[in-house]
């Protein structure tokens, strides 16, 4: 069976990721979550909200959209914006295992969001590739 | 495929409950969340499908306690048990660590059990996972029915159904993927 394992040494690398991503951004938090709906990693300021069911409910929503995009002969729609009256959702898909959430108010704008995003997305996909290789080795 | 956190000493995994259309997964959620304390259950979520069938998935998570130290998290997924959902069901079973089969003891509904069983074992096979070895529990639902207007399948028949799909692929009757 696959298991994937996250050290402390991961934790505390993707920690300085997300925390980098809010205190850049004023984005109020970021969840990464991997694509069967677990989460792995939160940072920010958002304690009211059921982080397991956000997790569950982003992977079933980018899933769905991944199978509308390949009916449109697109192999995957990478990122998603859900825009509310005080809140927003942004997600962005890193690699083929995990999705990067972010949610802000009206205190930043979706370009920030962007830009940050975009500046620590590689260090992210670095990391989280290694988790992932990781789980390959175990297996094998 | 179940998280492993060693920095929150953590493992979370993910149980899916699957079967037949109106076979009873969503009850069987609302039941647990129902007779679960409120320390270690999350809130249930059911996306709304305007009717009284799943649309979509219906999810629970529960915190079951420490076993040698860790927490353990697992999450509780149900499918749409209707055929021309297979693409959500697929969806849904991402990542599935175990799966528990809910079998309709209505004898109407005996062919959807065994299409639905097939079905399961196809879709588990595309995401490289056999249903011989997932951790498979099954489940006859519906036995408290035993007595009333609705006719029922004896235990035997549900057993020989269970094992009539490991028949034809000794058989050579099914594809491959079984």
């Known amino acids: 069976m696959n298991i994937i394992l996250i050290t402390q040494k991961d934790l505390e690398k993707i920690d300085f990721c997300l925390n980098r991503m809010v205190s850049s951004s004023l984005a109020q938090s970021v969840l990464l979550i991997d694509r069967s709906g677990q989460l792995i990693a939160h940072h920010g300021n958002a304690p009211a ?12 929503n980018f899933g769905a959209t991944a199978e ?3 009916i449109l002969g697109e192999e995957e729609f990478t990122l998603l914006f859900h825009k509310g009256r005080n809140e927003n ?9 995990v999705i990067l959430v972010t949610l802000f108010d009206d205190r930043t704008s979706l370009g920030v969001i962007r830009l940050q995003i975009g500046k620590i997305i590689d260090e992210l ?15 094998e | 495929m179940p998280f492993i956190n060693f920095s929150k000493d953590e493992i979370q995994c993910k149980i899916v409950y699957y079967g037949a259309g109106f076979c009873g997964k969503t009850t069987n959620l609302q039941y647990i969340f129902s007779q679960t ?8 979520v059911s996306i709304d499908t305007k009717g009284d069938r799943t649309l979509f998935f219906d999810f629970l998570s529960l915190n079951l306690g420490k076993i040698r ?7 509780l997924y149900t499918v749409p048990g209707q055929v021309h959902y297979d693409a959500t069901r697929k969806l849904v079973l991402k990542g599935v660590d175990g799966v528990v089969f809910v079998g309709d003891s209505l004898k109407v509904q005996r062919k959807k059990n065994i299409e639905s069983l097939i079905n399961l ?3 588990l096979a595309e995401k490289g996972v056999s249903i011989r070895t997932v951790p498979l529990v099954i489940q006859y639902n519906k036995r408290d029915l035993d007595g009333t207007d609705s006719e029922i399948l004896p235990i035997e028949v549900l057993e020989k159904d269970r094992r009539a799909w490991a028949f034809l692929k000794r058989l050579g009757k099914l594809a491959s993927w079984l």
Not at chain 1, 89 to 97: K, L
Not at chain 2, 69 to 75: A, S
């Open chain 1, 49 to 60: 909200i059921d982080m397991s069911s956000l997790s569950a409910l982003t992977a079933a």
């Open chain 1, 68 to 70: 509308i995009a390949k």
């Open chain 1, 89 to 97: 959702v942004y997600f962005s898909a890193i690699g083929e295992h």
């Open chain 1, 125 to 139: 996909s670095k990391i989280l590739s290694t988790i992932f290789e990781k789980k390959k080795v175990l297996t």
């Open chain 2, 37 to 44: 304390k409120e320390d270690i259950k999350g809130k249930m």
């Open chain 2, 69 to 75: 130290g860790f927490d353990i998290r697992v999450q």
């Open chain 2, 121 to 123: 074992a196809k879709n």
